[in-house]
């Protein structure tokens, strides 16, 4: 990830104030939120986004699905955005290099059925998070499919922080696509039917509610197994907010140790690939006739840990996300 921007480093006990006492509201609430408005205010406002040159115009777009798929400059959203290119949507592809961002949008424009567009953001800053909002919000007047892909398995040893202080696989794997797609909600309910498909993990760990940060127990395989079942939780809670807006919401397991970068950095042998992978996910896109509010194993209907199906867990969570990215969509 890249380096932390200088004063956006928060204390430990900013980060115990903010996830304590989640349902209580009043000047707890108000004095974090006030801590983190002075943070990103000392580190400077981030420059707006832009795709690249070259990038269609939005009236060349008509009639095309727009699809915006976080972390897909590699691995298995670089797969997933060829594929669906390849019915003749226009692409958002999203990632941190512009080089390899750049590399999908070539090779999607050399096939001629689709399109594409390349904007750059890291993810582990909510402040990027919301200038990405900001731009695809200004570039297109619609968006039919979201697809929350991008994630991360830290192996650098050892707890890391996001630039907001948080803990880092709940930041970029969680925070940053519920952030983000609370911000492009409305224009995704005026453009139903449309779909959310939140790419989660087989591994899932309940999330401890005092420590939700890890700042106890900590490890690597567990921080991940949490920001994956925070994913499935907003999956659920989200899917019933939106009941009768034609706004589908569903959360996937594409595949076990897909041959991906992420993987081989763990040293892990890989199992399957990236092609079946996203069979899985192209699934939650195209399929006629599918349900809201569901967790697939790869193709099929699955059960998720417990605690997913906990209305007032997943209530819990939604408020303590709301006040870690100060209340979007509110």
């Known amino acids: 990830m890249a380096g932390k921007p200088q004063g956006r480093t928060y204390t430990a006990e900013y980060k115990r104030k903010i996830c304590a006492q989640i349902g209580a509201a009043g000047r707890g609430v108000l004095s974090v939120l006030a801590l983190a408005a002075a943070a990103l205010a000392s580190a400077g406002a981030a420059p707006s986004i832009s795709p690249e040159p070259g990038a269609p115009a939005p009236e060349t777009l008509k009639g095309r699905q727009i699809i915006l798929i976080t972390g897909s400059t590699d691995g298995l959203g670089r797969e997933v955005a060829r594929r669906l290119a390849a019915t003749g949507a226009h692409i958002i592809v999203h990632g941190r290099n512009r080089e390899r961002g750049l590399e999908v949008v070539d090779e999607i424009k050399k096939e001629r059925k689709g399109s594409a567009a390349f904007y750059a953001a890291d993810l582990a800053s909510l402040e990027q998070v919301r200038k990405l909002a900001e731009a695809i919000l200004r570039d297109y007047d619609r968006l039919d499919v979201l697809i929350n892909n991008a994630g991360v398995f830290s192996t650098a040893g050892g707890r890391q922080l996001s630039a907001d202080g948080y803990e880092l696989h709940f930041a970029v794997n969680y925070l940053s696509g519920f952030l983000l797609t609370r911000l492009l909600l ?29 700042e ?39 595949a076990s140790l897909m041959d991906t970068n992420m993987v081989r950095q763990t040293r892990a042998r890989p199992r399957t690939t990236v092609y079946e992978g996203a069979a899985s996910v192209l699934q939650l896109v195209t399929a006629p006739g599918l349900g809201s509010g569901q967790y697939f194993d790869r193709t099929s209907p699955s059960q998720a840990n417990i605690q997913a199906y906990d209305q007032a867990a997943c209530e819990k969570l939604k408020r303590l996300s709301l006040q870690l990215t100060g209340d979007p969509g509110r």
């Open 186 to 214: 409305p224009r995704m309910v005026s453009s139903a039917p449309s779909r959310i498909v939140n790419v989660a993990s087989i591994s899932q760990t309940p999330i401890d509610f005092d420590d939700v940060m890890l």
């Open 216 to 254: 106890r127990g900590y490890s690597a395989g567990r921080a991940y197994a949490q920001s994956k079942l925070a994913q499935i939780m907003f999956t659920f809670d989200l899917a019933r907010e939106l009941d009768g807006t034609r706004v589908i919401v569903n959360a996937v397991h594409p």
